[in-house]
């Protein structure tokens, strides 16, 4: 048990360093992600008046994207290089020095969406489901999550492959499957590229649980040997 933790600060220690590190790349990847966010939140057209907690904001390129659209967001994040270009481009939002395990001490409850940005992927199993338990309890409304929802081209492999070793064995299952362990089930779902999606998920209203799944789509698993 004491190993596991003590992995897991080893793993964090060098996910941090390494989002610290590729900062620059946030250029290219806000220029590209920027547009797809907006897009999927005109969808959503949620109220505005609804607070947003995001974790794993980065350079806060959802977090703008919300805030465009009226809403107040908190982002935290471990990468200080990243959250310090959040902090210069959207500097109405709040931006939380925090790795995102620190979330266990957010009260139950504490905003109204909670958003997961290319973040899922990246962690290992554990983390991920602590993340996720986290998230379904802080949401008052529910969780948006974008990532990627099938295997990439080669560059976008060899990146995630830099990033960790978890990206295939997230893509294993589908999002309905990561949620449904949390009693959440997808209501609406869309694609943003090629290999990436969003997801919009609620926890199961009472007597619901064990139903079928809702939202398979975007689980698919293009190439995995
Ligand atoms: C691929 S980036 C996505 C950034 C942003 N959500 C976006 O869409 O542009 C993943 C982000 O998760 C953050 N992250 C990963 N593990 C974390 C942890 N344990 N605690 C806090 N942030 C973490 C990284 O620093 C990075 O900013």
């Not at 290219?28 to 607070?51: F, H, N, Q, W």
């Not at 309890?137 to 060899?158: A, E, H, K, M, Q």
């Not at 960790?164 to 590229?193: C, D, K, N, V, W």
Request: proline share 3%; with cysteine.
């Amino acid at each position: 048990m004491a190993r596991n933790i003590e992995n897991s600060i080893d793993e964090r220690r060098r996910a941090k360093r390494f989002f610290n590190r590729v900062g620059l790349a946030f250029h290219v990847i806000d220029r590209r992600l920027g547009p797809e966010y907006r897009r999927a939140l005109e969808v959503l057209s949620l109220p505005k008046e609804a607070t947003v907690l995001d974790i794993g904001t980065g350079t806060g390129t959802l977090a703008a994207a919300f805030v465009e659209r009226g809403h107040q967001v908190t982002g935290i994040d471990f990468a200080e290089r990243l959250l310090e270009r959040a902090r210069r481009r959207v500097p109405s939002g709040d931006f939380r020095l925090m790795d995102l395990v620190e979330v266990e001490a957010m009260p139950a409850g504490s905003f109204d969406i909670v958003c997961l940005a290319y973040v899922l992927h990246g962690l290992s199993p554990e983390l991920r489901s602590t993340t996720l338990h986290h998230a379904a309890r802080l949401t008052r409304n529910g969780l948006l999550i974008f990532d990627y929802s099938c295997l990439g081209p080669w560059y976008v492999r060899l990146i995630e492959w830099i990033e960790g070793p978890y990206y295939r064995g997230f893509l294993a299952r589908s999002m309905a499957e990561h949620l449904s362990a949390h009693q959440l089930t997808i209501e609406q779902s869309g694609e943003t590229s090629s290999v990436g999606g969003w997801w919009w998920g609620k926890g199961k209203k009472e007597g619901e649980q064990g139903r079928g799944r809702e939202g398979e789509k975007g689980g698919k698993v293009k190439g995995e040997g």
